[in-house]
């Protein structure tokens, strides 16, 4: 069994998507679908940079929804491989959800503009932060994340893969917990070049918000399921999209059990679609022997 798995923030790069576009007529078609549906030019920031407006978290989220979608469309055109799942980490669910049928890919664009300014907005620049945790898991890290609020923010905000837990919150707490971490036997405790505290409690108010603009949202039956971020287990029923997308920014992402999930199930190749290997990386550490190709230039795609 096959599932389409699709890249979160993080993965941008200036020139991501420019030879696909170059190469094949259905990836320009939809970065001119992305411009017409934003009102100004993402191919350009895709392709060109620069680097700093392409970080900017309300462009890095259209920009990299666009570059994934252009790469399933050639994937699709090419070899009509059709999955029996697909996932994404974080923003990377929207891809997977136009993907799966779910969600227009002229409104999941528009909608991840504007989620990316509700996070933003969410918490002041400066005040939040994010950091990757290498080591030290479970209780272990709960227990830290508690000792170290003293009244804050700081959680669990990304469940990555065997080992690797990223953490969000207040600054200050984040900086408390990456020391305390360390003293409990953590190898390694990295703060992320992040805009704002992601997938934790801070964000609830931009959830609030982005409950309002799928409101005027239509959501379509689905093809297959996709393994949501929230549960760790597939959804097919359109009914519950917006519940679980609206959860989704305050909650952690539980990727190393969606992809347990996934094999548990019966896949055993996992395509990467998008900017970026990061996925294929943490795929590699969560299942031992697992098929992984990774579909974001003209050689990925020859050799898948």
């Not at 305390?180 to 390694?188: E, S, T, Y």
């Not at 505290?197 to 609030?208: N, Q």
Request: a negative charge; hydrophobic letters at 45%; glycine letters at 10%.
């Amino acid at each position: 069994m096959v599932a389409f798995v699709f890249p979160g923030q993080g993965a941008q790069y200036p020139g991501m998507g420019k030879e696909l576009a170059d190469n094949f007529p259905v990836a320009r078609q939809v970065f001119e679908e992305a411009n017409d549906a934003l009102g100004f030019d993402i191919a350009s920031l895709c392709f060109n940079g620069p680097e700093e407006a392409l970080k900017l978290t309300t462009n890095t989220q259209p920009a990299i929804l666009t570059v994934s979608v252009a790469a399933l469309k050639v994937l699709q055109a090419e070899t009509g491989l059709v999955p029996d799942y697909s996932a994404g980490h974080s923003l990377g669910e929207y891809s997977a959800l136009v993907c799966a049928g779910a969600l227009v890919f002229a409104d999941a664009v528009r909608i991840v503009r504007q989620r990316g300014s509700f996070m933003q907005e969410a918490v002041p620049v400066g005040l939040g932060a994010m950091a990757a945790i290498m080591g030290l898991e479970g209780e272990a890290l709960q227990e830290v994340c508690r000792q170290a609020a003293q009244g804050e923010v700081v959680a669990p905000a990304n469940f990555n893969s065997p080992g690797q837990v990223v953490i969000a919150g207040h600054a200050t707490a984040v900086e408390r917990a990456m020391e305390l971490a360390k003293g409990q036997g953590a190898k390694r405790a990295l703060p992320l070049p992040v805009s704002a505290p992601f997938h934790c409690s801070l964000m609830v108010p931009a959830g609030e918000r982005l409950a309002k603009i799928l409101s005027d949202i239509n959501v379509h039956p689905m093809t297959f399921p996709v393994v949501t971020n929230v549960e760790a287990s597939p959804n097919g029923e359109a009914s519950r999209v917006k519940d679980l997308l609206v959860a989704q920014v305050s909650a952690p992402v539980r990727w190393d059990e969606s992809v347990l999930k996934m094999s548990g199930l019966g896949v055993d190749r996992y395509i990467e679609i998008g900017p970026g290997k990061v996925l294929s990386g943490l795929i590699k550490r969560i299942v031992k022997g697992a098929s992984v190709a990774n579909i974001e230039d003209l050689s990925g795609l020859e050799g898948l």
